[in-house]
């Protein structure tokens, strides 16, 4: 059984981990996989068909507790322990429910101290107690009508509340601000970049032609010993370019955390060249940064549930055309703005391994003004592929602040 410290507003963990509020799905998914001898049986719950309408949930099964993500930036936005039988909880060190100590309002009120008026709900038949960042839901299966309360002078709220003795917690939420209905994801914690940079938002470069490049607001909390408790979070803008060098790609973006060498090329088929059949004196490559999207020419990705969920950190890219194209843009209304495409899509085919089926389905990928929109079976985009002519010697590089639309 978990052994769990609340930090309203903030956080639920132990020593060894923590799921903190703004914390993104990737750390979330890699905090189970290191654990996965102790936190089993994770459920990933979603909308198939609108994935950016619902929240997107972990949900741990044996330990009674989920996170639930926004849709958009998967970030974490609430945490919610709806059995609490299956997890001990503690606050400021001290257990308010263990297997030896039952969750009543008593205990709440012995750890947790007067707070206003709670609310009840008739159709759910609970009483809700709300804290700054911090809620209980109290089972209330006795009562005929809706609770009463009077405010004493001389007793605190939760002693006046007409509240049944013995009154059992059913579910615990930690969220950020004082109403959970309203509530958002934060902005992402210090303590959840770990060193490396992330793209607060990524613009799309271009001229009449076709994209240019890509413009980056990175963030960073910087790194190493000297980086101190109290760091606050720092903006950089960073211009990358088609016909940038590989010094340049890395003199603006950093080391990427992986470089992958292409083995085949297998859109080569789809080439008019005569020479395609030849075969190449060298391979391929790409950098791959994972907390920013991946790059080879230019390549945007969602991390919408699929195949490649947990890959990439969602990317919130902009796309300045006559209107915005941004993260939440389906391909209907891309081809309002830009048109439809002349020829048919090209249908990718995705595996993790020789014998395994892709359970999520083909996508199909459209050209559109030297763009390809990988758009997924629910009309959502996957990821987005931007190409150009390299610059030749003779060619100046652009200038980002001139080339946004």
Not at 200 to 227: M, N
Not at 371 to 398: C, D, K, W
Request: aromatic share 10%; charged share 15%; proline share 5%.
């Amino acid at each position: 059984m978990l052994d769990l410290e609340v930090v309203p507003e903030r956080s639920l963990g132990n020593e060894q981990w923590e799921f903190a509020l703004g914390m993104p799905f990737s750390q979330a998914v890699s905090i189970l996989q290191k654990h996965c001898r102790i936190i089993k049986n994770v459920q990933v719950l979603y909308s198939e068909q609108t994935p950016l309408s619902h929240d997107l949930i972990l949900n741990l099964t044996q330990d009674g507790i989920k996170l639930l993500f926004d849709a958009t930036n998967q970030r974490l936005k609430v945490i919610e322990v709806y059995d609490l039988s299956k997890v001990k909880l503690k606050y400021c060190g001290v257990h308010f429910n263990s297997q030896a100590i039952a969750p009543t309002i008593e205990q709440i009120d012995q750890s947790f101290g007067a707070t206003h008026p709670g609310v009840y709900n008739p159709a759910e038949q609970l009483f809700h107690l709300n804290f700054r960042g911090l809620s209980f839901s109290f089972q209330l299966d006795s009562w005929n009508e809706a609770p009463k309360y009077e405010v004493r002078s001389n007793l605190n709220f939760l002693a006046s509340l007409q509240i049944p003795h013995g009154a059992m917690v059913r579910r615990m939420h930690i969220y950020t601000g004082n109403n959970l209905q309203e509530t958002r994801a934060p902005p992402m914690p210090l303590a959840c970049f770990l060193g490396n940079i992330y793209a607060e938002f990524v613009d799309v470069l271009r001229d009449g032609a076709g994209p240019l490049g890509l413009k980056l607001r990175l963030l960073t909390a910087g790194s190493g010993v000297g980086v101190m408790a109290d760091a606050k979070v720092r903006s950089m803008d960073r211009s990358i370019f088609f016909g940038d060098s590989c010094q340049d790609v890395l003199g603006a973006l950093g080391s990427p955390h992986k470089v992958f060498y292409k083995s085949e090329d297998k859109m080569k088929i789809h080439s008019p060249s005569p020479h395609k059949q030849v075969p190449s004196k060298c391979n391929d490559y790409f950098f791959n940064f994972f907390t920013l999207g991946s790059l080879q020419t230019c390549c945007l990705r969602e991390n919408n549930v699929c195949d490649l969920i947990n890959c990439y950190y969602t990317q919130q890219f902009i796309l300045i055309v006559e209107a915005l194209l941004a993260v939440t843009t389906n391909w209907d209304q891309v081809q309002e703005l830009l048109g439809h495409p002349m020829e048919k899509p090209v249908v990718l085919h995705r595996s993790s391994s020789a014998n395994n089926t892709n359970p999520f389905g083909s996508t199909f990928c459209f050209g559109l003004q030297r763009m390809i929109f990988e758009v997924m079976q629910n009309n959502h985009i996957a990821s987005v592929t931007l190409y150009g002519a390299p610059r030749t010697s003779s060619q100046a590089r652009p200038e980002s602040s001139g080339s946004s639309h």
